[in-house]
């Protein structure tokens, strides 16, 4: 008994230091604390996009793998007109059909090249989001260590679609 009231005391001052910095902390980072917030709101919309444009890029590349596969096997039926030709020319019968597969062949490589226009715009708004996740994660980086709290737990892209819908969560 004669030990505990010095320990006890002891006890209660500890949490009385330990409750006013938190107090103190509390009151003295209330607009870096909002700041935080709306970063982290940011960051979330920006992670959700970038999630959103590498589905989108990776959906477009595999248009893209398989037009480049049509189009290889129209070019390799093109070519055999190269065997079928005499000194450069070829007989006049065939050359009609040979004029409209290449015609065709072209308008595959206009429309291929139209989706690699997309392709690429879609590649470029996905660095746009990377770019703002990213400064938008050292901000909030740099706000939560001013804070005192280093440690602090920025949402990755993953986790920002989640929180947005865009993917469904895994489960456990």
Do not use: C
Request: charged share 30%; net charge neutral; proline share 5%.
């Amino acid at each position: 008994m004669r030990y505990l009231n010095p320990l006890l005391f002891l006890l209660l001052v500890i949490l009385g230091v330990k409750l006013s910095d938190s107090v103190y902390r509390w009151l003295r980072f209330g607009p870096e604390r909002e700041q935080v917030k709306t970063l982290r709101t940011e960051l979330v919309d920006a992670g959700a996009r970038m999630v959103r444009t590498r589905q989108e890029s990776d959906s477009m590349r595999a248009v893209l793998r398989q037009a480049d596969a049509a189009l290889e096997h129209e070019q390799q039926a093109l070519r055999r007109y190269d065997a079928l030709a005499h000194d450069g020319a070829l007989p006049p019968e065939l050359y009609e059909q040979y004029r409209a597969e290449l015609t065709r062949y072209n308008a595959h490589v206009a429309e291929r090249n139209a989706r690699l226009g997309d392709w690429q715009e879609i590649l470029a708004r996905n660095h746009e989001a990377v770019t703002r996740y990213n400064v938008l994660g050292d901000s909030i980086r740099d706000l939560a260590a001013r804070m005192g709290d280093p440690y602090y737990a920025v949402p990755s892209p993953a986790e920002a679609a989640v929180e947005r819908g865009i993917l469904k969560p895994v489960a456990p």
